[in-house]
Nanobody
């Protein structure tokens, strides 16, 4: 399995931006679909979006579409989540995930997880 470590979380004011990064190690990074999930207190984990192994296909959930962008740098074994126009409702722990099969449109296939990074958006 692949090991994942997120970074880049923090506290930001509403309307601000953050970029999360996820460094992968252990297996061939380019074999994996990569995704970002988030979980707010008292809520279920939500699929934010994903990116295919080559980076040619991306998906973003309706709640973040137009504000968040997923990208990857396969030379650096890293996937990014650029978050713009942040809202207080974006406050959550954000998790990076990897899927060795299926597509980015099947969030249940993600089975390797990072430890999460906290994002807090103040109003």
């Amino acid at each position: 399995q692949v090991q994942l470590v997120e970074s880049g979380g923090g506290l930001v004011q509403a309307g601000g931006s953050l970029r999360l990064a996820c460094l992968a190690s252990g297996q061939t990074f380019t074999s994996y679909n990569m995704g970002w999930f988030r979980q707010a207190p008292g809520k279920e984990r939500e699929y934010v979006g994903g990116i295919s192994p080559s980076g040619s296909n991306t998906f973003a959930s309706n709640s973040v579409k137009g504000r968040f962008t997923i990208s990857r740098d396969n030379a650096k074994n890293t996937v990014y989540l650029q978050m713009n126009s942040l809202k207080p409702e974006d406050t959550a722990v954000y998790y990076c995930a990897a899927a060795g099969r299926g597509t980015i449109y099947q969030p249940t296939n993600f089975n390797s997880w990072g430890q999460g990074t906290q994002v807090t958006v103040s109003s």
